[in-house]
């Protein structure tokens, strides 16, 4: 089945990293994807990463990604009170329609 | 560039009302995907339209929803006699390929009374 998991929550201190985990079941997924969403907000495209990668950096973000166990998950360096918020994983589901499969979310909260 | 534009951004209906929530794409965009997502739950894909055709509407209720994506003017997702139950915010999100990203707008937060 189509199930996407992830902690629901994290809490971290102010300069501290942070990682948030997910697993996904589709091994055919070609993109992965992290979303951050803030209170009564949008979801903002954070990175994705390509299935044929195993690690991609962007500024403050890295994603690791382990297709062996199917698990993804996005370390935020010196994570700062901005950075709270709800972060949700997304697989690409290929057969038939390209739709993503979202996780539950996990609510990230940075203590000062 | 504006992005992906949905209004309203909240709306209320009472019980047996309708609700039309509107989508514009991203220019350039001819791909549209509706995603409900329910209070305290991830995202749930519900319909996949291109321009005047529904793709996969797997994800939608099969009564008192429907969704379409006409040749002018945004994609809209109306609901006929809303229910408690439909309360939840509804994401669009367009992209320019089948296989490409898709970038989403603020959602509609629909409250039914």
């Known amino acids: 089945g189509e199930d996407v998991e992830q902690s629901l929550f994290l809490s971290v201190r102010e300069g501290d990293s942070s990682v948030i985990n997910c697993t996904y079941t589709?091994?055919?997924?070609?993109?992965l994807y992290w979303y951050k969403q803030e209170p009564g907000a949008g979801l903002q495209l954070l990175t994705y990463i390509f299935s044929n990668m195993d690690m991609k950096q962007d500024q403050r973000l890295t994603v690791l990604l382990n297709k062996k166990d199917k698990h993804l998950s996005l370390r935020i360096a010196d994570t700062q009170t901005g950075d709270s918020a709800i972060y949700f994983c997304a697989e690409t589901i290929t057969s038939g329609t390209y739709k993503y499969i979202f996780g539950t979310g996990t609510r990230l909260k940075v203590l000062a | 560039n504006a992005g992906v534009m949905q209004n309203p951004r909240h709306l209320v209906r009472r019980r047996g009302q309708e609700a039309r929530l509107r989508c514009s794409p991203m220019?350039?965009?001819?791909?549209v995907y509706w995603y409900r997502q329910l209070p305290e739950e991830g995202l749930k894909f519900m319909v996949y339209?291109?321009?005047?055709?529904?793709?996969?509407e797997s994800g939608m209720p099969k009564e008192r929803f429907s969704a379409e994506f006409p040749k002018e003017g945004p994609s809209i997702l109306r609901i006929q006699q809303v229910v408690r139950g439909d309360s939840a915010a509804y994401f669009c999100?367009?992209?320019?390929?089948?296989?490409?990203?898709?970038?989403f707008g603020p959602g509609t937060r629909l409250l039914v009374l």
């Open positions: 220019k350039g965009h001819s791909h």
């Open positions: 999100a367009s992209s320019r390929g089948r296989e490409e990203t898709q970038y």
């Open positions: 339209l291109q321009k005047e055709n529904i793709i996969d």
């Open positions: 589709d091994s055919s997924s070609t993109y």
